[in-house]
Nanobody
Framework: QVQLVESGGGLVQAGGSLRLSCAAS????????MGWYRQAPGKQRELVAA???????DYAESVKGRFTISRDNAKNTVYLQMNSLKPEDTAVYYC?????????WGQGTQVTVSS
């Protein structure tokens, strides 16, 4: 079974930065996509950023230029560097790992940005 363990969430003032980390363990295909989704109260879960095992990235328009996703394949870890945070970035952030029809989720980490 695949396990995803997230860390790095917290409370930060607008304009500040946070770095999320997600470490994957277990058995999974080496060719995969890891990413971050978020869900704010009353809203649907949305993609924030994703990165393939070959380094191709995708970002939500709302975070382009502020967030950077990266991964360390040797450590099976994905990172999300979040700069210039805004109150509307407040949400629970979920780590995702997928390949083919397989999808795995972390437990979520709260990010709160105060104005």
């Amino acid at each position: 079974q695949v396990q995803l363990v997230e860390s790095g969430g917290g409370l930060v003032q607008a304009g500040g930065s946070l770095r999320l980390s997600c470490a994957a363990s277990g058995r999974f295909f080496s060719i995969n996509t890891m990413g971050w989704y978020r869900q704010a109260p009353g809203k649907q879960r949305e993609l924030v950023a994703a990165i393939t095992s070959t380094g191709n990235t995708d970002y939500a328009e709302s975070v382009k230029g502020r967030f950077t996703i990266s991964r360390d394949n040797a450590k099976n870890t994905v990172y999300l560097q979040m700069n210039s945070l805004k109150p509307e970035d407040t949400a629970v952030y979920y780590c995702h790992l997928g390949w083919g029809i397989n999808n795995f989720w972390g437990q979520g980490t709260q990010v709160t940005v105060s104005s």
